[in-house]
């Protein structure tokens, strides 16, 4: 049997149940074969349109049952398929196939009652679990059954201030809590949300600043360690050592142990050396000084390096360009490097969101539908700062964006040009940063390495030559 015959069997199966005769049945899968389609989607719809012809009861009946959708555990929309119910409890269970078939066939059928479009999976395991109790299966009903935690008892734990570590159940948490409306953007990988696990009990990303008063240069790291330890935010708290505090850990006599102590810092933080300090603490710095300790660091660490021109460049010694290395450019910003390809000049992101403009491609109005996408991810954050679980500090809504170079090219404008038109759309508060890799990932529905999003070069005149030519995240790998 063919793949287009199986997919009109599963389909004749399917009219049956939704009430058609014999005879439409056959008539329908003659039709269906003289059709120019091959997927199950285009068939089922061509389905619909023949069906209305021969039995529009029986049409009705079929397109409820076409147009119900399954969230699934990867948090994406598909069409929903009783034979993934039997395929589920003949991997996890000892079921026969028999009882199998017939819990989908009535789970099926209690779904189809309630008219619900879009059905979570959680909510068909429980009817599952449900029919196993009636089939008198308790053993494998156990078997089956989701380990976790009742709503309101997390509610509860979270409300009394304790800290729950298990994301996925902070996951499902965070999805029972918002509006179902709001999310269904994001299910249609029309949006990211980032960290949706952690979206009402932390930040996405923070810089933390370094108070340079400490008397010794241990006594600093261990300080920065503590502050690190009492932020909780999705991506590592962010611990940048520009030239001033390098130059403040060159000048006390426990230099050394202090850059023994990072290697406990980076378990907690991520941080960087910035070949460059704010211009306003620039009298303050002995350069030969700071760059030395600096140097001493980057020997020991294989942090990621910011500049702010290619002349900075020449203060790192030889032997740490002869390794890998990120550079970020901050010729037009101070940047803060997070990890995760992520990057801001803002020191606390409370929130990113990202949209995938690749997907608005086909459609009639993209700004019109941006516009709708965009007040979406406020209406998300305005719900996050009324329902938060934690104190919100005031920070920014970072707003990212993929694909857009290919809307760019099909609205017949530069890239540059769309890019500021989609900035003056941005709603208050919100500010465009970085895509981080996890974006890129749901979106292009692949692994995202990090070098999609970087510029590599390989040597240090091809470095200096990125970074004059506004690169941002550079990777330079020396040959």
Known sequence: MSALDSRIEKIARECEEAGASKWVVAKLVKELHSVEAESIEELRR????????????????????????????????????????????????????NIAEQISYDVENRLKDTGIEIVQASMIRELVNAKLIEFGKPQIRNAYARVGMPVFDVKQKLLNGEEITNEQLLLEFTISQLPFELLLPYFKNEIFVADLAGFLVRDYAEVITIDTNSNSAKELVVELIKKALSRKTFLKTTLPINLL???????????????????????????????????????????????????KILAEYNLPILVDNAFKLKLIEKKNLSTERIFLNCADYDYNLFGNGFYS?????????????????????PIKKIKELLKNCEKLFRFKQKNAYYKLKKGCVGIAFYGIDKLAEEMQTTKKGLFSKLKRLLPNGFICVALP????????????????????????EKLAEAINNKHELIRYIPR
């Open 245 to 295: 505090i390098a130059q403040h850990m060159y000048s006390r006599n426990d230099a050394a142990d202090a850059i023994k102590l990072i290697d406990i810092l980076l378990n907690f933080a991520s941080t960087s050396i910035a070949f460059y300090t704010p211009q306003i603490f620039e009298r303050r710095i002995n350069r030969q000084a700071a760059n030395k300790i600096a140097n």
């Open 46 to 97: 061509k389905t619909i349109e023949i069906l209305r012809k021969l039995d529009p009861k029986a049409a009705t009946a079929y397109e409820s049952f076409y147009r119900m959708r399954v969230l699934n555990s990867r948090l994406r929309i598909e069409q929903f398929d009783k034979g993934s119910i039997i395929n589920s409890l003949l991997k996890e269970t000892k079921i026969s196939r």
């Open 437 to 460: 890799m996890d974006a890129a990932k749901r979106f292009s529905n692949r692994d995202a390495k990090l070098q999609n999003i970087l510029h590599e070069v390989d040597s240090v």
């Open 345 to 365: 000049h803002k020191n606390l992101i409370t929130s990113l969101f990202a949209l995938n403009l690749a997907k608005l491609v086909s459609e009639q109005s």
